[in-house]
């Protein structure tokens, strides 16, 4: 199933969005395609796009969530302005004390951020689930500025390509 997630939070032709916080969450079995071309899955996502008004979030926290066997990804933003002639990102993102169990690709990826923290986060026993060809990572974020990523775990990851821990 592409870009399936247990948890989405969508903008669009929003403007803003202040001040969301997700806390405590248990989300399991999101069985997303592990296929990138067929836009994955995810645990957790976030995504701000535009038809007729710029939309992101400010003050997105994620924290103290528990995820596990999600398929592709555990906690994945997307943004229609990770490009810089487009350039308008999310702002304070904070992602803090999760706990990642079996996920195969990506455990975090913060995408068109500013200021986004990712700390005291552990991912552990992923699975080997992904075809050949497909990679993966721990924690890593992409067209992001102002960016910290600090006192996380990742261990025993076994993605076929890449597997930064």
């Known amino acids: ?25 248990h989300v399991h079995d999101a069985n997303g395609s592990l296929v990138r071309q067929d836009r994955g899955g995810c645990g957790i996502g976030w995504r701000n796009e535009e038809r007729r008004m710029r939309s992101r979030f400010d003050g997105l926290w994620i924290e103290n969530c528990h995820l596990w066997r999600c398929e592709r990804n555990g906690i994945t933003g997307s943004s229609a302005y990770w490009r810089r002639t487009v350039w308008y990102p999310s702002l304070t993102i904070r992602i803090s004390g999760n706990l990642l169990e079996q996920i195969p690709r990506d455990g975090i990826v913060p995408i068109g951020c500013d200021g986004a923290v990712i700390e005291y986060t552990r991912m552990r026993d992923c ?39």
């Open 1 to 25: 199933m592409p870009a399936r997630a247990g948890v989405l939070l969508h903008v669009e032709n929003f403007g803003t969005a202040h001040h969301i916080v997700l806390r405590g969450l």
């Open 127 to 165: 699975t080997r689930l992904l075809p050949e060809g497909e990679a993966g990572a721990g924690i890593w974020s992409w067209s992001c500025d102002n960016t910290g990523i600090q006192f996380n775990e990742v261990s025993d990851h076994k993605a076929p390509w890449d597997a930064q821990d």
